[in-house]
């Protein structure tokens, strides 16, 4: 079966260090979405990119985080200085088609350990 | 505004046990409505879905009726094994120009032998 895949499965940093979490998406999807799960605040959508352009980013804390797609199979999240407040599991998932309808594939996401 | 609520967990069953997750929501437009699983460790896989009024989706043994007239997608399985112990969440999808997914809170299951 193809799956989404994130790297690093576990990351454990200090506070004010560069985190950079990376996903491939299916091959062949075109919608790929990033989101944050805490036990506070649940699953959080960040943002999402269709067709590699970003279509929503209302859910990111601008000042330190920063979404891209160099290219069709690789997304990255990136955060710069990272806070204790940033420890969660990050997900990347990957979807085809048009418009938020389609199911969503899901990677196993990065657990995020900020000290 | 688009949202979805479920019951609060955590529910804990015996093994055979009858299932039941409540999901409400209210959307703008025609949604559609998924159950996803989060299984210890992993990211959520879709379990069921249903894209329009009156649909059945179902999986695994596990059903939802879309119910438009009450705005409900409730979970259900006729009999629950330690296996399905794991995370649910309801979801609802709003096409363009919203072009939202929206997840609920989730509801943890255990199912205990």
């Known amino acids: 079966d193809a799956r989404v895949t994130q790297t690093p499965r576990h990351k454990v940093t200090e506070m004010g260090q560069e985190v950079t979490m990376r996903c491939q998406p299916i091959?062949?999807?075109?919608?790929v979405f990033w989101y944050r799960q805490t036990m506070m605040q649940g699953l959080e959508l960040l943002a999402y990119?269709?067709?590699?352009?970003?279509?929503?980013d209302s859910g990111m804390p601008k000042d330190r985080f920063s979404a891209e797609m160099p290219d069709a199979t690789l997304a990255t999240l990136k955060i710069q200085p990272s806070e204790p407040r940033d420890s969660a599991v990050y997900f990347c998932?990957?979807?085809?088609?048009?418009?938020?309808?389609?199911?969503?594939?899901f990677g196993d996401g990065t657990r995020l350990s900020i000290l | 505004g688009n949202s979805v609520t479920q019951m609060e967990g955590p529910v804990t069953l015996s093994e055979e046990a009858f299932l039941t997750i409540n999901c409400t929501y209210t959307?703008?437009?025609?949604?559609?409505l998924f159950w996803y699983v989060q299984y210890p460790g992993e990211g959520l896989q879709l379990l069921l879905k249903a894209t329009k009024a009156d649909d059945k989706g179902s999986n695994k043994g596990f059903e939802a009726t879309y119910r438009k007239e009450t705005t409900s997608f409730h979970l259900e399985k006729g009999s629950v094994q330690v296996s399905d112990s794991a995370v649910y969440f309801c979801?609802?999808?709003?096409?363009?120009?919203?072009?939202?997914?929206?997840f609920g809170p989730g509801t943890s299951l255990s199912v205990i032998p």
């Open positions: 998932a990957s979807g085809s088609g048009q418009g938020a309808v389609q199911p969503q594939h």
């Open positions: 959307a703008t437009g025609y949604p559609s």
């Open positions: 979801a609802l999808s709003v096409p363009p120009p919203d072009d939202k997914v929206i």
């Open positions: 990119f269709r067709n590699r352009a970003p279509l929503d």
């Open positions: 091959l062949g999807h075109n919608t």
